[in-house]
């Protein structure tokens, strides 16, 4: 272990500053350099993966204060990820072990992963761009998961140091040809793998016409809707999938007319006979003729889907009506720098401010704006039985949001592992949301970077954390799904259109003719996790739906069968949307003060086209197998710590969190077990003789939580844990030293009327 302070010139044969302070010399690293080769650790190589270019004799420097401590090694880049690969790594422990990523490792980034680099020349940051007249000294890369790497090339050889940035620059910055994704390359020479065969955890795919016809006969749908494949071979239009459900009096000649807009396309259907649909807007630029034309179409649309009195239909515009693109990547992008932390002492800088920070981000009123339209919408379609039409531009971005949404808290078998990834297979990969746009895999345009998927899993965490026993999959199994967004090995997430996977994926592999390419779907965990691991993703609190009666269904959807009128009246937008709750007693307003308080009474109310139906259902005890429901109050929404705040080691909670918890549950199971065993070994009576035999008892997890932080499985304790007052460093100062602090008396403080 090398410690290092931050100084000297930029290129690797600059002379340090006087001021820097280090404990090994720069010339006995360099003389160590055939010792250090002799122990380098190999680099493993995925199928088609190329090294383009490597530097030695760099550090990575841990995120600590001013104390710049780092592991001696070698930087490499291939066409798959950047890696480092160092001398001194501790050697894991073969329970730790078992819990990694078997595609990535811990000090792994893959290209798409990469957000932002920067280089440090002369003790200041800047971005770097395509074009460089000085390499620096210090290199900086910031992560899409919001990992934050720092490589000092202080020591590296100038030459390296050059071809090592430029490499790294225009692989993750410059603009790229979509053949030119590692996902092509290792398609090519990866055997393919067969399809998972556990019937517990299948995933629909959709691709086929007896996949719609299924999910139709599962939800009921099929009285009213119907699956067609007038578009296989995208001949109606390439968005589209190749099949997908339209209202059964919609004639299948009609279908084409307009090339997939204006086309109400059937999501899911209720038990009480409504359906939730969405629909593309029509172009605007159009002659008469083809208006007059169209509007004559979705008049016979229209009265298709509108049956009074039993069925009415509510359009919802999201265009016009609900969040724009352009703020949510704003948002985000405010949000997300909370947590790119380069050190320390910037965390504790900003702790003071964190929540003024995370305010001024509308990060999580954004969040609270979807859930209170998806809680909406399940109104229409639960208490006033009606149809709703989701109208977007082209149906792709916040139509698959809010139609996931609403089936998550209305369908159960959405809240299975299977059910989760089959609807997002059905809503998102087959409903064309366009994820090479939206993830940026190109580098083409920033503008198009929104993450709306990830937005998606941020309001669906919001309901596990909310409801952890209706939901089979838990919060680690979110978090790992949100970094398969950036793993090119996976067609899933990769493409803009079905249609657009199956022109580039579906040929031959050129280095195995007759032999297509391998397309490898995210949803094989097998393919990153060890069994042992793949524990972690399913909930062991999951209350599962009991066996269906004989008799009829009718009274276990209770919570379904709710009839509350609800007024049809549009909810007023707040002019001002804040972090805290409304709701608030005196002793809070006098304790946090009257900014506090400011915000606190800022919140929006709640719309009262659906509040009736919202506080009726959160009256009564939650069903995990019925309708779910979450809590919009202000604090009730809160940050997801496991996926944002897990890089951060200030923010460790060792041997507390959801690690101490799930360890004491299985220490529980282990007892049970063992209570099992124990009364099947004796000796066998007339009453026993017929008893079943106990299960095997599982893989025990967390064997020793006392050293697990709350962020397990992403991250373990560090071995120096540094500590820090709660006030910063300049509010610290100003208070006086600590001989006058002991000697001052305890001042009064008027907290009013409490």
């Not at 009480?272 to 629909?279: F, H, P, Q, V």
């Not at 276990?556 to 972090?579: D, E, I, M, N, W």
């Amino acid at each position: 272990m090398l410690s290092k302070g931050v100084g000297g010139g930029g290129g690797g044969t600059k002379a340090p500053k006087p001021s820097f302070v280090s404990y090994v010399r720069p010339e006995e690293i360099h003389t160590n350099e055939k010792e250090v080769a002799e122990k380098e650790v190999t680099l493993h190589l995925l199928p088609g993966e190329q090294l383009l270019c490597e530097a030695s004799t760099v550090l990575k420097y841990v995120q600590e204060d001013a104390c710049q401590r780092g592991i001696y090694g070698r930087l490499v880049c291939t066409d798959f990820k950047i890696a480092f690969l160092g001398d001194d790594e501790p050697a894991l422990e073969s329970d730790e072990t078992q819990f990694k990523n078997k595609v990535v490792g811990e000090n792994d980034i893959t290209l798409p992963c990469v957000d932002q680099i920067y280089g440090v020349f002369d003790e200041k940051k800047k971005a770097l761009s395509a074009q460089l007249k000085k390499y620096p000294e210090k290199l900086i890369i910031h992560c899409k998961d919001l990992r934050v790497f720092h490589f000092c090339l202080r020591y590296t050889k100038e030459e390296e140091v050059k071809r090592i940035v430029s490499g790294i620059i225009h692989h993750t910055q410059a603009p790229k040809l979509l053949k030119r994704l590692f996902l092509f390359s290792y398609a090519a020479a990866a055997p393919s793998r067969p399809a998972a065969a556990d019937p517990e955890t299948h995933t629909v795919m959709f691709n086929s016409l007896e996949d719609w016809c299924w999910e139709l006969e599962r939800t009921k749908g099929h009285l009213k809707y119907k699956a067609v494949s007038v578009n296989e071979g995208a001949r109606v239009c390439e968005r589209l999938p190749a099949y997908f459900v339209v209202p059964a009096a919609l004639s299948e000649d009609e279908v084409p007319r307009f090339q997939g807009h204006g086309l109400p396309i059937w999501c899911w259907s209720c038990h009480n006979g409504c359906a939730l649909l969405k629909m593309s807007a029509l172009p605007k630029e159009q002659d008469d003729g083809l208006l007059q034309s169209q509007k004559s179409f979705l008049d016979g649309v229209y009265r298709t889907i509108h049956r009074p009195p039993y069925e009415v239909v509510r359009t919802e515009d999201l265009s016009s009506n609900f969040l724009s693109l352009q703020e949510i990547q704003a948002a985000y992008s405010k949000f997300k720098q909370l947590f790119l932390i380069d050190n320390s002492s910037e965390f504790w800088d900003t702790d003071i401010k964190w929540f003024s920070l995370l305010e001024s981000s509308s990060w999580l009123d954004i969040v609270r704006r979807c859930l209170k339209k998806a809680i909406e919408i399940v109104a229409c379609l639960e208490a006033q039985n009606m149809n709703v039409l989701l109208l977007e531009e082209n149906a792709s971005d916040l139509c698959c949001l809010l139609s996931s949404l609403v089936q998550v808290m209305m369908d159960p078998h959405c809240r299975t592992m299977g059910g989760f990834q089959s609807l997002i297979q059905k809503e998102w990969v087959m409903g064309g949301h366009c994820f090479l746009d939206r993830c940026n895999h190109l580098r083409q345009s920033d503008k198009e970077e929104v993450p709306v998927f990830l937005l998606f899993l941020d309001c669906v965490w919001q309901l596990v954390s909310q409801h952890p026993s209706a939901f089979e999959f838990t919060e680690t199994y979110l978090t790992v799904l949100s970094d398969s967004l950036y793993l090119p090995i996976f067609s899933t997430f990769f493409f803009n259109s079905p249609h657009q996977k199956d022109a580039n994926l579906g040929r031959e592999s050129p280095e195995a003719p007759g032999r297509p390419l391998a397309q490898l779907s995210v949803w094989d965990w097998s393919v990153q996790f060890e069994p042992k691991a793949q524990l972690l993703l399913r909930n062991p609190l999951y209350a599962e739906k009991p066996k269906p009666d004989k008799g009829p269904r009718r009274g276990s959807r209770c919570k379904h069968q709710r009839q509350l009128s609800l007024p049809l009246t549009q909810p007023k937008a707040s002019p001002k949307r804040g972090f805290f709750r409304e709701e608030t007693d005196h002793l809070i307003k006098n304790l946090l003060g009257k900014r506090i308080s400011k915000l606190i009474n800022a919140s929006d109310e709640l719309p009262d086209a659906w509040r009736e139906f919202y506080e009726a259902w959160h009256s009564r005890p939650a069903e995990p197998q019925g309708l779910l429901l979450p809590r919009v109050g202000g604090p009730e929404v809160r940050v997801w710590a496991q996926r944002y705040l897990r890089w951060i080691p200030e923010a460790q909670v060792v041997g507390g969190g959801r690690a101490a918890t799930t360890r004491k549950l299985l220490e529980v199971a282990e007892e049970l077990q063992s209570l099992q065993e124990k009364v099947a070994a004796r000796p066998p009576s007339p009453a026993l003789a017929r008893a079943p035999p106990p299960p095997p008892p599982g893989p025990c997890l967390l064997r020793d939580s006392a050293r697990l932080s709350a962020l397990f499985p992403f991250a373990l304790p560090q071995p120096r844990h540094p500590c820090k007052p709660v006030l910063p460093t300049s509010g610290w100062k100003a208070l006086g030293d600590e001989d006058d602090l002991a000697k001052r008396e305890d001042e009064f403080v008027d907290l009013g009327d409490v």
